[in-house]
């Protein structure tokens, strides 16, 4: 209430005069497919503008708006906050401009051959001794020769600063997710295989050997991760799209990747061991290859399954690499690998008295058979995710097939890898493989029925969203997919919990939920206009913020409730949701 005086007052004193900040549009010019324009702040001595507060901080001051509804031959536009001032007034935490500060505006012309006319509705929050809400409405006519330096300079010295401030917390940040990556479940049975590997080893004193299988492994991943960096650079600069995870769209490597599932989940469980035919075996022992290629494929495989997991801090670094240039991309995800592949360097340059190992027993083969289950469990996980690509008819032919394999590899050969069980096996793994490639794409599931029996939920449409928070409606966006672990633990903890979905089935908002499963242009676009090259995904939008604000990959009820209440959702007469 006193906020509240306090503002009718400001507003009173400052009615009759000029505004304490003068607001001005400013040309840039084309870059690319875009144009540059700036909205100039000229802010007094003494006087500061509130700036956009970061996600989950508790900050002073509301956040700026600006919408641009009524604007001619502008299909978007995409705000460049300069990095604003920290500071403390009056004891609370506020992110603030102060003196000249340009705000570069990037908008995507509908035509790019015709002027584009800016009408950009401001509000802001000016303080002084009092503080000043105003709302102003801005216009301008962009023709395609129009050039102004001003806005590029702004633009470059934005770039220099968040270089500075943020290219060590970020390669921070994904040396920590890399870690974390270790502990989800998708990664988790890789990891405990190789401890197993390292206590056989000790049982037959070959424990320096077990520790440079763990430095190969170690390498295995390095080289998958650079490998997915440079992949990501041709899909990115092709045009095409890219993401993190984005090859669990493709059914093609989700047989493959479920058929070696299976067999390597058979051999935990003791029906066989997998081993290279005899020959090759002994003449890589010869030349001490065939274990280095044994540990160097497990760090790739570890990777490939670490894909689907957002594990925290691994979708923030990604999404600030991806819009940055080459080497930035390729650092991140190099110290991703090197945060992944950290525990395995860890055991690798640590004495051999430093290593405490159980003693070798009967235990381990109970164990065993446990990560068998595990892995065999995995493999349904990703049989499931095929079941939204092929029929499952398909699945259970190719499974049969795979089974039938195994059993010849076993009874054939009596459980000794020779050359004849892989010629019997590998043409029946291979047509096992090929049921993806020629069969008709038909998900058993449909993607509407794979989110929750909830009538909450309305098909994704972007292009709506505009509309529908012009009518005061508030647009919540849950991007997600079936084979994001993340996603899942969101939905089970926080979208599903009775106080968001009844948050959700209000009348004045509307729940979307983006289904990543397979491939949608429509959703990778989205996600990209925001910065995002991963999911999961969140964001709402509200009359009070029409640009959305986007939510943490861990969510959290306080998390969506706050950002419901900064797009402007009313309270109810308790005064909760």
């Not at 999404?319 to 080497?327: D, K, M």
């Not at 640009?547 to 990959?553: D, K, M, Q, T, V």
Request: net charge neutral; proline share 7%; glycine share 8%.
């Amino acid at each position: 209430m006193g906020l509240f005086v306090v503002f009718v007052l400001a507003s009173v004193l400052y009615a009759e005069n000029k505004d304490p900040i003068a607001l001005k549009l400013v040309p840039g010019g084309p870059e690319g497919s875009s144009v540059l324009a700036g909205l100039l702040l000229t802010i007094p001595p003494h006087w500061h503008v509130y700036a956009p507060s970061p996600e989950g901080e508790e900050t002073a001051g509301f956040d700026p708006t600006l919408s641009w509804e009524t604007s001619l031959n502008i299909k978007d536009v995409k705000i460049l906050w300069p990095v604003p001032h920290k500071t403390k007034l009056q004891d609370q935490l506020s992110y603030v401009y102060e003196g000249k500060t340009l705000i570069p505006l990037q908008l995507t012309p509908e035509d790019g051959k015709k002027p584009l006319t800016l009408n950009l509705k401001v509000s802001f929050l000016a303080c002084s001794t009092l503080c000043v809400p105003f709302e102003k409405t801005l216009s301008i006519v962009l023709h395609p020769g129009d050039r102004g330096d001003e806005v590029f300079n702004a633009l470059e010295q934005r770039e220099e600063t968040y270089e500075g401030l943020s290219l060590l917390s970020l390669l921070t940040i994904a040396l920590l997710g890399g870690f974390i990556l270790n502990f989800m479940p998708c990664v988790l049975p890789v990891l405990s295989l190789k401890v197993m590997s390292l206590i056989k080893q000790s049982k037959k004193n070959h424990g320096q050997q077990a520790k440079k299988g763990f430095f190969i492994t170690g390498l295995g991943i390095l080289a998958s991760f650079l490998l997915l960096a440079l992949l990501t650079i041709i899909l990115k600069e092709s045009g095409q799209a890219f993401g993190w995870g984005i090859h669990f769209q493709n059914p093609h490597f989700l047989l493959f990747v479920f058929l070696v599932l299976v067999a390597f989940s058979a051999s935990l469980c003791g029906i066989f061991e997998i081993d290279l035919p005899s020959g090759l075996g002994t003449w890589l022992i010869g030349h001490e290859g065939k274990g280095k290629i044994k540990d160097f494929l497990s760090g790739v495989f570890a990777t490939l399954l670490a894909t689907p997991c957002s594990a925290p801090f691994v979708g923030t670094a990604l999404s600030f690499a991806l819009a940055r240039n080459i080497e930035d991309i390729f650092l991140v995800f190099f110290c991703l690998g090197l945060g992944f592949a950290s525990p395995y360097f860890l055991v690798a340059s640590l004495p051999q008295r430093y290593i405490f190992l159980p003693k070798p027993g009967v235990w381990m083969v109970w164990v065993q058979t446990i990560l068998g289950v595990f892995l065999a469990l995995t493999a349904l996980w990703i049989g499931w995710i095929l079941t939204f690509h092929i029929p499952l008819w398909a699945l259970v032919l190719s499974t049969s097939l795979a089974l039938i394999a195994l059993s010849l590899f076993w009874i054939k050969h009596h459980r000794k890898p020779t050359l004849k069980a892989w010629a019997f096996a590998a043409p029946l793994f291979l047509l096992a493989w090929s049921l993806s490639w020629v069969i008709p794409n038909e998900p058993t599931h449909k993607l509407e029925s794979a989110s929750p029996t909830l009538e909450i939920w309305q098909p994704f449409d972007p292009d709506a969203i505009n509309a529908l928070v012009n009518q005061g409606k508030i647009v919540f966006v849950d991007a997600t997919a079936e084979w994001c672990v993340t996603c899942a633990v969101n939905k089970n903890l926080v979208i599903n919990d009775p106080h968001i979905t009844t948050l959700l089935a209000r009348p004045d908002v509307i729940a979307m939920r983006a289904d990543w499963t397979r491939q949608d242009p429509r959703i990778t676009e989205f996600l990209q206009a925001y910065g995002r090259y991963g999911i999961p995904f969140n964001i709402v939008f509200g009359p009070k913020n029409s640009e959305g604000i986007p939510l943490p990959e861990i969510l959290t009820l306080d998390a969506v409730q706050d950002a419901f209440k900064k797009v402007g959702l009313d309270l109810d007469s308790k005064g909760a949701f």
